[in-house]
Every structure is written in structure tokens, then in C-alpha cells.
């Protein structure tokens, strides 16, 4: 089954909105496989924003990622990792449309309240990044019987 990487980011627990977003992903039908909250290093920011550290706006994001807490946490579920883009919205939040959760969330393109690992070859990277393997859990969710329908 597959599975993705999420990070709410500062803005997210500063704005309180923790169990909005996970609501959103349990109400959809995501299993939540791991969940912690956690403070980023420098380290390990610029490993994860590898693709950015060129950019004008690295320091920033930089300096927003590793001073305060993020909350980390692994879904699993039928194409997970395109559907939590989906749901997640655009990089701009000001062009995310509503219904999204950056669309509803947020007006910013930095302060964006959500990370989601881009594809699936980047989600098993970045779970292995954040989680050790016995920081991942199995059971069985009562979402399963509908994840195996038989049209799937
Ligand atoms: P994504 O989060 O939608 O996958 P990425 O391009 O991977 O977008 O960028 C990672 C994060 O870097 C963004 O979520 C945002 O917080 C920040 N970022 C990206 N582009 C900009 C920008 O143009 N200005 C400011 N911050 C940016
Ligand atoms: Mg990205």
C-alpha cells in the first residue's frame, strides 16, 4: 500500500489547526501509520529542501522550519501520495483553490501550513528521512474493508 510524508509546518500549530488537517486526511480515508512532533536542524532542513537551498528564500524558510515544532506523520492509502497533493493545494496558497487545504488555510506561498512528499519514489526518501522503522505502525483500519472494494 502505498504511503507519503507529511509535514505540518509552524504556521499550522501556531494557527492551532492540527486536528483540522488530520481530520481531513482520517475523513478521506488515510490511515495514519506515524505521528510525532518534532524540531527540524539545520541539517536536516537543508537535506530535505535540497531542491532549494539556491534560492533567495532559503534562509527564510530556513529559519521558520528549524525554529519551531512541526508535526510529522506518514499516511498510508490507495494513491496516497497524488491524492494528499491534491488535497494539499499549490505551492501559492493564493492560488489554491478552495477546498484545498492550503486554499483554505493559508494566503501565503511560504507559510503554506503543509508539506506532502511529490512523488512516490520522494515519499519513501523523506518517510525514511523522518521515521525510524519502529517508529511506523500496522493495524488494522476500519477503512479497509472499502480501500480492497473490488473495483479498485
Ligand atoms: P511544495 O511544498 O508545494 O512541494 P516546493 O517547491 O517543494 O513546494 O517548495 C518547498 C517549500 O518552500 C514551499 O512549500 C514553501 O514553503 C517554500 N517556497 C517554495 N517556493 C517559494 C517561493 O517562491 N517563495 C517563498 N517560499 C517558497
Ligand atoms: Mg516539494
Known amino acids: 500500500m502505498e504511503r507519503t510524508l507529511i509535514l505540518l509546518k509552524p504556521d499550522a500549530i501556531q494557527k492551532a489547526l492540527i486536528g483540522e488537517i488530520i481530520s481531513r486526511f482520517e475523513n478521506k480515508g488515510f490511515k495514519i501509520i506515524g505521528l510525532k512532533m518534532i524540531k527540524i536542524s539545520a541539517e536536516l532542513s537543508k537535506e530535505h529542501y535540497s531542491h532549494l537551498v539556491s534560492k533567495p528564500f532559503y534562509a527564510d524558510l530556513e529559519k521558520f522550519i528549524t525554529h519551531h515544532p512541526v508535526v510529522a506523520m506518514v499516511l498510508e492509502g490507495n494513491e496516497c501520495v497524488e491524492v494528499v497533493r491534491a488535497m494539499m493545494g499549490p505551492t501559492n496558497s493564493r492560488k489554491a483553490a478552495p477546498g484545498t487545504i492550503r ?49 479498485e
Open 103 to 151: 486554499g483554505d488555510l493559508s494566503l501565503s506561498t511560504s507559510r503554506n501550513i503543509i508539506h506532502g512528499s511529490d512523488s512516490k519514489e520522494t515519499a519513501e526518501n523523506e518517510i525514511k528521512r523522518f521515521f525510524k522503522p519502529e517508529e511506523l505502525f500496522e493495524y488494522k483500519s476500519c477503512h479497509m474493508d472499502y480501500d480492497y472494494a473490488p473495483d
